[in-house]
Antibody
Framework: QVQLVESGGGVVQPGRSLTLSCAAS????????MHWVRQAPGKGLEWVAL????????FYADSVKGRFTISRDNSKNTVYLIMHSLRAEDTAVYFC??????????WGKGATVTVSS | DIVMTQSPDSLAVSLGERATIDCKSS????????????LAWYQQKPGQPPKLLIS???TRESGVPDRFSGSGSGTDFTLTISSLQAEDVAVYYC?????????FGQGTRLELK
């Protein structure tokens, strides 16, 4: 059974940094691209970042480019979202998702990030 | 960026009736070399992550009831629920994966009438 479990969420002050992790099990992790998608309170879905299966290519939404970094450790079956210079508008539930041709076929339950002073 | 626009924003349908949600992309998501539309549909229930229903505009995921169907090509797509069940109450999103940035529609809230 494929499972994705996010961790690392919390409350952080504006301008500070936070790293989210997503641990995968039940899949050949190194064979799949991985996404981060976020959802602000009461809002729709916003794609954030994509990592290729080997981690050699990354793609970002304009809203996070230069501030967020997606990385992965295939030996640990884990993908990360390293977030710097956080803003109030980054407050959201962050989902990791398995990528299949760039759509998302398996999702984690999400980690909540609140940016507030 | 490709803008995805869904209509309507909300929809109320009686049990057993048909529900139709439209999705329009600002440019074609049809990849002509393989004749595939890079369009997916997701269902999200309150407090849950999204669930993939349909990929390639019309390919139903394994385990998704056959009352869900997707159609369309190019820039105009439709998700149809042929006979609404109570468990189908949710928000539905279309998504294009033709190019980055990957973009979602704003969502359509489906309720019971």
């Amino acid at each position: 059974q494929v499972q994705l479990v996010e961790s690392g969420g919390g409350v952080v002050q504006p301008g500070r940094s936070l790293t989210l992790s997503c641990a995968a099990s039940g899949l050949a992790f190194s064979s799949y691209a991985m996404h981060w998608v976020r959802q602000a309170p009461g809002k729709g879905l916003e794609w954030v970042a994509l990592s290729s299966s080997d981690g050699s290519n990354q793609f970002y939404a304009d809203s996070v480019k230069g501030r967020f970094t997606i990385s992965r450790d295939n030996s640990k079956n884990t993908v990360y979202l390293i977030m710097h210079s956080l803003r109030a508008e980054d407050t959201a539930v962050y989902f990791c998702a398995r990528g299949k041709f760039s759509y998302m076929d398996v999702w984690g339950k999400g980690a909540t990030v609140t940016v507030s002073s | 960026d490709i803008v995805m626009t869904q209509s309507p924003d909300s929809l109320a349908v009686s049990l057993g009736e048909r529900a139709t949600i439209d999705c329009k992309s600002s440019q074609s998501v049809l990849y002509r070399s393989n004749n595939k539309n890079f369009l997916a549909w997701y269902q999200q229930k309150p407090g849950q992550p999204p669930k993939l229903l349909i990929s390639w505009a019309s390919t139903r995921e394994s385990g998704v009831p056959d009352r869900f169907s997707g159609s369309g090509s190019g820039t105009d797509f439709t998700l149809t629920i042929s006979s609404l069940q109570a468990e189908d109450v949710a928000v539905y999103y279309c998504q294009q994966y033709y190019t980055t940035p990957i973009t979602f529609g704003q969502g359509t809230r489906l309720e019971l009438k």
